[in-house]
Structure formats: C-alpha cells, structure tokens
C-alpha cells in the first residue's frame, strides 16, 4: 500500500516538510560515500531555510504546550490507561524543555559556524561547490567516512530537538484518525466534512497495482479525491474506474 498525506493547514504542511527532510538527513548521514554526505548538508540547509520562519519554533512550543493540555484533561477517565499517558505526557516535557533551550531559532548556532555558511552560499549555485571554489570543502570530502560523519552529527544535533518535537506533534495528530474503506466511483470521491469540527491531515492508503495516484484537495467543508493515471504520453490522466482506497481524518 502507498501512503499519500494531505495537510489541512499551513502549519501542518510545514511539519510534513520539515519531516521529510529529517528522514532524508537521517539516512544520509547514516552512508560513507561523500557524495552522500554533500548532499546532507545540502538537506541540513534546507532544514534551516524552513525553520528560519520567526514564529516557527514558538508555534512548536505552543502545540507541545496545548497537546499536554489536552492530554491533562484525560486524566480519570477509565477509558485511558494512565501509564500510556504519563509516558506521552513526559515526552512532550522533555521536547518542550529540549526546544526551549535551543538559543534564537532553530539552526541558529549553525548560522556562526562560517565554513559552514561559505558552502551555503554556494551550494545553490549549479556547480558552486567545486574544488577550485571551496577547496576546503573538498579536502573535507576526501576525510575518512567517520570524521564525516562525526562533524554532520555534531552539526545536526543542534536540530535534532525540533525533529523530536515535530517527530511527536505528528504522530499525535496521525493517532487521532480511524480508517475507514471508501469507494470512489468513475475514480472519484468526495465527502462532507462535519461542522463544527476542525481536521488537520487526511491520510489516504492505495493499492499501488492499478497504477491509481490520488489528486487530493480539501477545506474545512468537503474533501476531494480524483484518481489519476500516469500514462505513455507522461501526463496523467482521469482513472474513469470504480476503485476503493482506505481514509483516515486526522483532527
């Protein structure tokens, strides 16, 4: 089954971003080749262009804040087991504790760090970042795989608090949704969203066999989704066909 993702808001479509690129510098920095490893700077400097926004690590904060509150208000009810909730609560005050010791905004530290803003500046150019360019970037590259590797984690454990706050704040709101089977007749499906009731991410399950690929687009009255298919001629063009898919609505 492919997983498809579909964020209600800006916020939460900053958070799905932000993910993506954690999950990418994880698994770079975790390879040897050094062709890998430029390629993590590249993502940590993405992660910093994203995180730049002034009030990102304060909206952060906010949510970890209002998500203890919610759970707080659980509390006594025998429906919820009280060890599962002390746990996630501790996990929200240990990522609230951890961003908040995090001087200015995220990635700050790493705006100080010159040799690191001399590559910056070139990586987006095409080719920047050759030899005669930045020789000592170059030299860099050709250190052993675990000297490498030891300066990447040393640089991106200044964003590793606001990858576990936005680790957690996600996988709340996912926990928060039930699946359900629908049916999208002729390839198209749509329905109504309860009043009075805000959500924050659809997430859409398919079977990848039929070659369906979900046009999704939603707002806080209906949700929409039209299956695609990827053609000969590379474009995509409507299914037509009678499918089902599994969906969840997360608030």
């Not at 990447?152 to 957690?168: C, F, H, K, N, Y």
């Not at 209906?222 to 990827?230: I, K, P, T, Y």
Request: hydrophobic share 40%.
């Amino acid at each position: 089954m492919i997983l498809y993702e579909y964020p209600f808001n800006e916020r939460i479509r900053t958070h799905l971003r932000l993910e993506q690129l954690f999950h990418r510098l994880s698994e770079l920095v975790a390879r040897e080749h050094p062709l890998d490893h430029h390629y993590a700077i590249a993502t940590m400097f993405e992660v910093m262009d994203v995180a730049a926004r002034a009030d990102l690590k304060t909206d952060v904060l906010k949510d970890l804040e209002k998500q203890k509150h919610v759970l707080n208000g659980y509390r006594g009810n025998p429906a919820i087991a009280e060890s599962v909730l002390d746990e996630v609560t501790s996990q929200l005050e240990r990522c609230f504790a951890n961003l908040s010791a995090l001087p200015g905004k995220a990635g700050q530290a790493l705006t100080e760090n010159d040799w690191l803003m001399s590559i910056r500046s070139r990586v987006g150019i095409p080719g920047g970042t050759c030899e005669f360019d930045l020789p000592a970037y170059f030299a860099w590259q050709h250190l052993p795989p675990l000297a490498r590797q030891q300066d990447l984690q040393r640089w991106v454990a200044t964003l590793v608090p606001l990858a576990e706050s936005i680790r957690l704040l996600l996988q709340l709101v996912r926990d928060s949704g039930a699946a359900q089977m629908v049916t999208a007749p002729a390839g198209v499906y749509q329905q109504n969203l309860p009043q009075g009731r805000t959500f924050q991410l659809l997430r859409l399950r398919i079977d990848p066999a039929p070659g369906f690929i979900p046009e999704i687009s939603g707002n806080r009255l209906m949700v929409s989704v039209r299956l695609m298919r990827h053609e000969s001629d590379d474009r995509l063009h409507a299914a037509n066909t009678d499918a089902s898919f599994e969906l969840t609505l997360c608030s």
